[in-house]
């Protein structure tokens, strides 16, 4: 069964006979297309794969099992033609789908086809990821940690929170990465209370915590990786919220496994933290899906009572923020299992001290 047929197989469930696929990482997902400009229709006897001039050579060698069309300037346009004959209920991603397109879409359709919302019909079925997305996660974590080894290596003190994190995104490019997944967030001392410190142009000082989160992405999949690195000896109190992020992070991976809701997985690392007295610290979800995306399906957290099934990629990252003091994260990907979870890295979680 392709990938277009597991999402026509679910269509029905969300009452609709096709659907839209506009997001990109949908897009990729379903058809193979990696370009930038395209919209596919896909349903049980329906595969239309729409384009522009510049990609309709690139579609005939990436785009497999679907009627490849050259569409007008305006792709929706295209959609006025090309339908079977009778009443056609067409889903769309309301989700990604912006409400002025939504209007240009209306207008371009015939009258007998109805729009029905239906987010996430592709989502779901990308959350369980096949072994080859598995390898390629696999290998986009692999050239983050060679990044994080050789970052070690040279060393943070005395160079600035930007001038890391541009290092981080060239070191990538040069491993072979096709870019970074996302900026890469170096957030030293103080500032590491901030889960998504942005880069400033602040040196990095001894005897801090450092929080470094990087991911590569290679052939369209995304990694994502955290670490907190000492430069020297911090306050005890930054020692100890270290010390109790990797008990929470070891205590949530050895318990994650199929069956499990996301929050159930979410509360084993936060329970353990409010025990300790710094509940309000943690103040995010324990992790997210990565695959096409950096964060997509399923979600650690206490919201989603969906059980996790083997195949989910996803991180593992609780965290502790203290406000004028610092910060800690430590994140690994994992993937699901038939018994248990799976590290994709390998860097280490003990606290590394860096000079």
């Known amino acids: 069964m392709t990938r277009a047929d597991r999402v026509a197989a679910l269509l029905d469930g969300r009452g609709v006979d096709a659907l839209l696929v506009t997001a990109p990482a949908n897009l990729r997902y379903v058809t193979g297309f990696g370009g930038s400009t395209a919209i596919a229709v896909v349903g049980p006897e329906l595969r239309r794969f729409i384009t522009d ?23 929706l346009a295209t959609l006025e033609r090309g339908w079977p004959d009778g009443p056609l ?13 939504h209007g240009r879409l209306r207008e371009a359709l015939p009258e007998r086809v109805e729009l ?26 692999a050239l983050a940690d060679e990044a994080y080894r050789t970052l070690a290596g040279d060393g943070l003190v005395g160079r600035t929170e930007r001038e890391v994190a541009a290092w981080l995104e060239l070191e990538l490019r040069r491993l072979g990465a096709d870019a970074a997944a996302f900026p890469p967030i170096v957030a030293s001392a103080e500032r590491g209370a901030m889960p998504h410190a942005e ?16 991911g590569a992405r290679l052939d369209g999949y995304c990694s994502d ?31 994650l496994r199929p069956g499990m809701s996301g929050r159930d997985a979410d509360a084993v690392a936060r329970d353990l933290i409010a025990r300790a007295g710094l509940g309000e610290r943690f103040g995010h979800s324990l992790g997210h899906g990565v695959g096409l995306d950096v964060h997509e399906d399923p979600r650690l957290s206490a919201g989603n009572e969906q059980a996790l ?40 979680t003990a606290l590394t001290v860096v000079g």
Do not use: M
């Open 53 to 75: 001039f510049r990609y309709v050579e690139r579609a005939a060698g990436e785009v497999h099992g679907f009627d490849v069309e050259r569409g007008d300037r305006e792709l």
């Open 89 to 101: 209920r067409l889903g769309f991603e309301d989700d990604h789908l912006s409400v002025r397109r």
């Open 116 to 141: 029905v919302p239906a987010g996430g019909v592709v989502e779901a079925v990308r959350a369980v990821k096949e072994p080859g997305e598995v390898a390629a996660i696999r290998a986009a974590a």
């Open 309 to 348: 099934e083997p195949g989910n990629v996803v991180t593992v990252e609780p965290g502790i923020y203290l406000p004028g003091r610092g910060g800690v994260r430590i994140e690994d990907l994992v993937v699901l299992t038939d018994t248990g979870a799976e590290v994709l890295g390998g860097l280490p």
């Open 199 to 214: 880069p400033q142009d602040v040196a990095i000082a001894p005897d801090t915590l450092v929080t470094l989160d990087v």
């Open 225 to 255: 990786c955290t670490r907190t690195w000492a430069t020297g000896t911090p306050a005890q109190e930054l020692l100890d919220a270290y010390e109790l992020c990797l008990r929470a992070q070891q205590a949530a991976l050895a318990a």
